[in-house]
């Protein structure tokens, strides 16, 4: 069981990213998908969960700024990251079912 988590990076405020998380050796389409982030110095927080029913849910932080969505025939989850702040700035892993993948660092600079 592998998790590529990919799409990070750094951006300005008000910027956006897509985060991927590629997902191997694993049935990922019954899995529910989730995004949590860790920022330097703080505990790692939720971000956006979407459950096999296509239920989505979201941290308040998140709400209204980040999409989480999943293909499942590539057994691939995103995170759609718009209106970004520096507070956004953390590692953000994804999480398959049980499974964590590696963290990618968002930087976002005011």
């Known amino acids: 069981v592998q998790l590529q988590a990919s799409g990070g990076g750094s951006v300005q405020a008000g910027g956006s990213l897509r985060l991927s998380c590629e997902a191997s050796?694993?049935?990922?389409?019954?899995?529910?998908v989730s995004w949590y982030r860790q920022a330097p110095g703080k505990q790692r927080e939720f971000v956006a969960s979407l459950n096999t029913n296509g239920i989505r849910d979201y941290s308040d932080s998140a709400k209204g700024r980040f999409t989480i969505s999943r293909n499942n025939s590539k057994a691939t989850a995103y995170l759609q990251m718009t209106s970004l702040r520096p507070e956004d700035t953390a590692v953000y892993s994804c999480?398959?079912?049980?499974?964590w993948g590696q963290g990618t660092q968002v930087t976002v600079s005011s």
């Open positions: 050796g694993i049935y990922f389409k019954n899995k529910n």
């Open positions: 999480l398959v079912g049980i499974v």
